[in-house]
């Protein structure tokens, strides 16, 4: 008798079949101790159960036909679960990285029924030693407080993508979900720019994850040109040859122009942050240009707030100029850079960004003037300084005014009842 396994019937039929061959120790052309064909194997010709005649095909128990069939397997583990993890169903392989023949991986399964003493399982090391390497030194190896992170627990094993398939939406889900199982702080928002479409493995590392403040991460700040650059590389370039990039990349703290204490130097993650990040119009939108620059530049956002881009940011308005509307955000250079946007000779088109009328003169104008700064503002200073004193003056004039009216009236009106002391004393004689 031919016994197809095509088909959900048909399949549950020769897991009936092998279980009561099981259960009953069939001894007269039983599967006890016979040989098992691998997977994607030939099946083998052998004797039929009932007649022993020769050239008779019978069901042959390769591993997809047990491991592919729930309810035989819950018989024989006595646990659910136990079932469920042993469970590999038709095509979960050829799907999958490792469409490969079981016996590469499973050793000591050849007979049936197994045994434990004899069944071994190749470790992912066996294939992917680099990776394995480079997961030893990262800080999954050596969790706090718990079991490392094995590679199972993030790629599966039997339904892990296929390394062609990882950049794909349905593999980024996937392993991001598997992320998210033990960093569920760390979500991203819905709307956040790399919210389902970035791997957390493109930013962390792949099996060398290391946190960010660790020597060798792949987000410290002077890796961040390579990691960032992997999808930014435009902007990497550009943010390589500022001042902000340079001093990073030399590992030295930077010293804003008129700070006294250094910063360390700004790397991607400091304006833009990491998890929490916006989009370019949200951020606008939330918490005004420039407020992550004024994180180091303390000096000059009392300046900036003074100015008309300043009040008008703080009121709302998303055309006034913030701090990368005239610096950029990633060619940032002082002023004394002939490439700077800052810079007098480059002044004008700048300022033409917003301002398609602007000329020298309209250039001229000081952003970050500072009144109390004689040496840089002089006319400023002294303006400044005039006013306050006038407006001061003017004030104390008419509160002295004020002061002496009152004194007036109070001393006329003394004056006037000396003058007729009866007057007004209970409307009569006394």
Known sequence: MNVSCRGPRTRRGVGIFVAAALMAGAAAGGVRGQALPTRNGPPPRADSATGGRKGVDRP?????????????????????????????????????????????CHTGFEAFPHVPAKVTTAKCASCHAAEAAAWSVGSHARVDR???????????????????A??????????????????????????????????????????????????????????????????????????SQDS??????????????????????????????????VRPKAALAG????????????????????????????????????????????????????????????????????HPRASASFAAFQPHADVHDRAKSPLLFFTYHFMTLLLAGTMALFGLHGALWLARLGIGHAAARRASPGAGLHGGDA
């Open 60 to 104: 042959t128990p390769t591993c997809e036909r047990c491991h592919g069939e729930l309810e035989f397997l819950r018989q024989r583990t006595g646990s659910l679960d136990r079932a469920q993890a042993l469970r590999v169903p038709d095509g979960a392989l050829r799907a999958s990285g490792h469409n490969l023949p079981c016996a590469r």
């Open 287 to 354: 918490t005004g240009p420039g407020a992550a620059c004024t994180t180091c530049h303390e000096r000059y956002a009392d300046t900036f707030a003074d100015s008309y881009h300043g009040q008008a940011t703080r009121l709302g308005s998303k055309r006034a100029a913030g701090c990368a509307g005239c610096h950029t955000a990633h060619s940032v250079l002082p002023a004394d850079s002939a490439r700077s946007s800052v810079a007098p000779a480059n002044l004008v088109r700048t300022c033409a960004g917003c």
């Open 146 to 164: 718990g079991n490392p992170v094995a590679c199972q627990d993030c790629h599966d094993v039997h339904t892990v993508p296929p390394k062609a």
């Open 166 to 239: 990882l950049r794909s939406k349905a593999a980024v889900t996937f392993l991001n979900g598997r992320c998210l199982g033990c960093h569920d702080a760390r979500r991203f928002a819905a709307d956040a720019p790399h919210a389902e479409s970035v791997p957390c493995a493109a930013c962390h590392g792949a099996h060398d994850v290391r946190g960010h403040d660790r020597a060798g991460s792949t987000l410290a700040a002077q890796a961040q040109l390579r990691t960032c650059g992997a999808c930014h590389a435009a902007i990497a370039r550009s943010w």
């Open 244 to 277: 902000h990039g340079r001093d990073v990349l030399a590992g030295r703290e930077a010293t804003p122009h008129g700070e006294k204490e250094p910063h360390a130097a700004p790397a991607c993650t400091t304006c833009h942050g990491g998890h929490d990040m």
